[in-house]
């Protein structure tokens, strides 16, 4: 059973309505709820199109800015459904944008669409169970979201022409999340200039939405070190040489004392991506790549200037040279409290999906799989989040969707397609993302969203509300892009790991000429837990 705007809330909706004198106002409202109503059903059923675009994405399994069967496929998609599709947006070859409808408003649907390193996993299979061993895969469920906000906008563009609403529907994808290496490119692209309201959909295992800045989030700056030494026969004349590896340890050891005199809310991490070739040669050339996250713009610039400083000193150290690039950032989000609102009417009035036994059993069995409390699925939506006061934040991941929040009125929708009590950015969060859990929570998903274009289309008030709560968030703080004018994303990152797997991974991807689903091309009994 797939779920539907409840009665109840409707016929509430139509009480509201229809009391007293009728208005002209009273009239567009029974006129939006009926709308809805009608949106809802058309996007119900889509469920089978929801299926497929999910299944054919995940069987992608492509990291951030390798996406190019993903973008092909989805922005294909929009142009047979009468999109005009813009490609290789700021810089970024698998970054799109499709546009349909004319004048005001103009409402932008995005979503992320890149995948995790190693994240490769069976769908519907409890347990870890790599469909190509080491590759990467959907680990973090973003196959599911541009086709939510796809099923949105071709549900609402019926409607828009059939009732003459003025209005201009904008999808785009978010490129490279993980490496927060597309947003920012966008943004100085111009993507939301002229956008009056930016709908973000992120998956999750509740429903909700949050205004201002929400729980356990940050911002960041991604940030690569490299040193440059000079190399020398490590065995007969190391005095002659000075090792650029040296000087990545000195670095991260000096970065790991000072972490004890940093703020509370900062998250810091490393990976070394270049340490030298082999032990007997010393290495001219390292690399250390930092996540710095702070909770807001100041700190994070400030973070920055002491990891510059702490470079600067291993380099001393070391008779080495630092140069450093930005690889990616993101702004601390902090969304719109109106359009919140909204969006959060029309998550209640939708509910939570109707799971059923395979679903829930599919859900324990990874929770005990990874011994973890076996609540099941959630069945209750969260709804609106408050604004979290910064000096209640204590940190947490990031999503460069804050670059975007800063430049146009922005929400983030999170809708149920996954399963709780799950480590994130794990193979684990892939079990459910090809399966009914996925499909179900992507149309109550897409339901809500697709009200919520609705609401803007329909109520001027509301993008008027939106507007004037935006222009109060950027009085005194402005966006200042955390990219230089001239830095450019950084491409090659995660090529070497496609080209390397793309020839195994290609045998594995959904023919939805042959099979009805994924799991049922890969064989797989839904659910497949251990005994
Ligand atoms: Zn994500």
Do not use: C
């Not at 799109?96 to 299979?125: C, E, F, M, N, Y």
């Not at 979201?145 to 071709?154: C, D, F, H, R, S």
């Not at 859900?363 to 408050?386: C, F, M, R, S």
């Amino acid at each position: 059973m797939r779920r539907m705007l409840m009665p109840a809330a409707l016929v509430a909706l139509v009480i509201v309505v229809s009391v007293g004198r009728p208005s002209a106002q009273q009239h567009d409202g029974a006129r939006l709820s009926a709308l809805k109503q009608e949106v809802s059903k058309d996007v119900e059923s889509r469920y089978e199109a929801v299926q497929q675009m999910l299944d054919m994405v995940f069987s992608f399994g492509e990291l951030g800015y390798q996406e190019v069967e993903t973008s092909k496929y989805l922005s294909g998609i929009l142009e047979k459904s009468g999109f005009k599709v813009e490609r290789n947006i700021g810089g970024l070859p698998t970054g799109w944008v499709a546009r349909w409808g004319s004048g005001r408003p103009v409402i932008a649907l995005g979503s992320d669409i890149d995948g995790i390193p190693q994240g490769s996993q069976k769908p519907g299979v409890a347990y870890h169970s790599p469909i190509v061993e080491g590759a990467p895969g959907h680990g973090e469920g973003h196959n599911s979201g541009v086709p939510l906000n796809i099923t949105a906008a071709v549900a609402t563009k019926r409607l828009m022409e059939r009732e003459h609403l003025s209005g201009t529907l904008v999808v785009w994808p978010g490129v490279a999340e993980e490496l927060l290496g597309g947003k920012a490119f966008f943004v100085r692209a111009g993507v939301f200039k002229d956008v009056d309201v930016v709908l973000f959909a992120h998956v999750s295992d509740n429903f909700s939405v949050a205004w201002g800045s929400p729980k356990n989030s940050t911002g960041l700056i991604s940030i690569q070190y490299d040193f440059q030494g000079e190399p020398a026969h490590a065995g007969a004349a190391p005095w002659r040489g000075r090792s650029a590896l040296d000087a990545v340890e000195l670095m991260d050891v000096g970065w790991n004392f000072r972490r004890e005199h940093l703020r509370v809310s900062q998250r810091s991490h490393y990976v070394i991506p270049n340490g030298g070739y082999q032990p007997n040669v010393v290495p001219e050339k390292a690399s250390t790549w930092y996540y710095l996250r702070e909770i807001d713009y100041p700190h994070i610039k400030e973070l920055r200037e002491t990891a510059d400083r702490i470079a600067q000193g291993a380099a001393l150290m070391t008779d080495t040279k630092v140069t450093s690039h930005i690889m990616g950032s993101a702004w601390p989000q902090h969304f719109n409290k109106p359009v919140a609102e909204a969006e959060a009417a029309n998550i209640v009035a939708v509910g939570m999906p109707k799971w059923d036994g395979a679903d829930v059993t599919l859900a324990k069995g990874i929770q005990k799989e990874l011994n973890q409390k076996q609540d099941g699925l959630v069945t209750k939506p969260l709804g609106l989040q408050d604004d979290v006061p910064l000096d209640q934040n204590m940190g947490g991941g990031s999503d460069d969707i804050g670059d975007v929040s800063w430049n146009a009125p922005t929400i983030l929708l999170r809708y149920p397609a996954n399963i709780p009590n799950l480590p994130g950015h794990h193979w684990a969060n892939a079990i459910s993302m090809a399966t009914p859990i996925a499909y179900k929570g992507t149309i109550a998903g897409a339901t809500a969203q697709a009200m919520t274009v609705l609401d803007l289309l329909l109520r001027p008030d509301l993008i008027e509300a939106a507007k004037a709560f935006f222009r109060e968030q950027t009085k005194d703080q402005k966006y200042e892009p955390m990219i230089g004018p001239t830095d450019m994303p950084a491409l090659d990152l995660n090529k070497y790991v496609m080209d390397t797997y793309r020839p195994e991974m290609r045998k594995y991807y959904f023919d939805p000429t042959r099979y009805k689903t994924y799991m049922q091309q890969l064989g797989i009994q839904y659910p497949t837990v251990r005994p």
